[in-house]
């Protein structure tokens, strides 16, 4: 399993919004700023997470996007099943995948799955708030 691009930026956003939430919404300029990400590469990824309504957006003057719930509710796990094709370690145990022929005697398929569950559980546990919480906003500051 290998993140996209797509899928890091992704939850670069979400920790974004998050970090700057307010009553108003927020500029996807802002936000590519701040991430020094392209506004171009953004625009699909913000229209994704508006899709899945992840987010919020608004059209005009004043408008931008915005979380629709507190960041403690939104997943790692949950972001990045939008971005990215599989989470499985192994391509047999992809959502559609083909029953093996030789699953009824492989010897790694409980290895795979053991890895699989652990992969969920850890991506499903860890929310944008706990990433958050691993830096601050205005830290990047030198004295």
């Not at 920790?15 to 009553?23: C, K, M, N, R, V």
């Not at 408008?63 to 192994?90: C, F, H, M, W």
């Amino acid at each position: 399993m290998l993140i996209s691009t797509k899928g890091r930026y992704a939850l670069r956003v979400m920790i974004d919004l998050a970090e700057h939430q307010s009553d108003e919404f927020i500029s996807l300029k802002g936000i590519a700023q701040r991430q020094e990400i392209s506004e171009k590469y953004l625009e699909s990824i913000i229209r994704m997470l508006v899709k899945a309504k992840v987010v919020d957006s608004l059209r005009g003057k004043g408008g931008g996007y915005r979380l629709n719930k507190s960041p403690d509710q939104y997943t790692v796990g949950s972001i990045l099943q939008l971005t990215e094709e599989s989470l499985a370690p192994v391509s047999c145990l992809e959502v559609n995948a083909e029953t093996c022929p030789r699953a009824g005697r492989c010897q790694t398929l409980s290895l795979w799955q053991g890895l699989d569950k652990v992969i969920r559980e850890y991506l499903g546990s860890v929310t944008i708030a706990d990433l958050m919480e691993q830096g601050t906003v205005g830290d990047d500051y030198v004295i």
